[in-house]
């Protein structure tokens, strides 16, 4: 029906075309000239025009209808795409069935991206699995933090000195 409905409309937009295109030329007939020396001819070219304009009119409207009803079926595709990518987060993500907690991390998630450098216009993604990649590398950066402090820690500590030998003597196992 969808395809039907764009070969209608290209149609309709062909047929629009070419209406304007003809009412042009039936524009450039109709003069003071023509309505002077032969009234008639210029009644019947004034009554094709006016035919013509009415037609005109009706394909407009018609691809109005048209492009509002593809409008909305891509604002209903929309909304269906979005529901299904939030049940996919939801399955992929439990803890965001809660709305406080899901709130929260997808502030930090923003704002992790902002510091990555992306622009509000790139943080808004729709793709459920957009979102749980940057939740995991976000969690990677902060893993990756928390183990350079680890590290600075122990190096920061004192060495501890050990001497030199061995100072567990081993006991005889008896066969010596």
Same mark, same amino acid.
């Given at each position: ?14 047929? /629009? ?11 450039? $007939? ?68 809660? #709305?406080?907690? /899901? ?19 790139? @943080?808004?993604?729709?793709?459920? @699995?957009? =979102? ?11 893993? =990756? ?5 680890? $590290? ?10 050990? @001497? ?7 006991? #005889?196992?008896? @066969?010596?």
């Amino acid at each position: 029906a969808r395809t039907e409905r764009d070969t209608y409309a290209q149609k309709l937009n062909n047929f /629009a075309i070419a209406t304007q295109s003809a009412m042009q030329e039936q524009a450039a $007939v109709l003069t003071e000239e023509l309505a002077a020396t032969d009234p008639q001819e210029y009644l019947i070219q004034k009554h094709i025009f006016d035919k013509r304009q009415a037609q005109l009119v009706q394909a407009q409207q018609e691809l109005g209808r048209i492009g509002q009803q593809q409008q909305q079926e891509q604002a209903d595709a929309q909304r269906a795409y979005l529901t299904e990518q939030q049940e996919q987060l939801l399955a992929k993500l439990p803890d965001w069935k809660d #709305p406080a907690k /899901a709130k929260a991390e997808a502030g930090a998630i923003k704002e992790y991206l902002a510091a990555q450098g992306y622009t509000p216009q790139e @943080r808004d993604f729709t793709d459920h @699995r957009a =979102i749980v990649m940057a939740k995991k590398a976000m969690q990677y950066d902060a893993l =990756i933090e928390r183990a350079g402090k680890a $590290v600075k820690k122990v190096a920061a500590l004192p060495v501890k000195v050990e @001497r030199s030998g061995n100072t567990e003597t081993s006991k #005889p196992d008896g @066969r010596t």
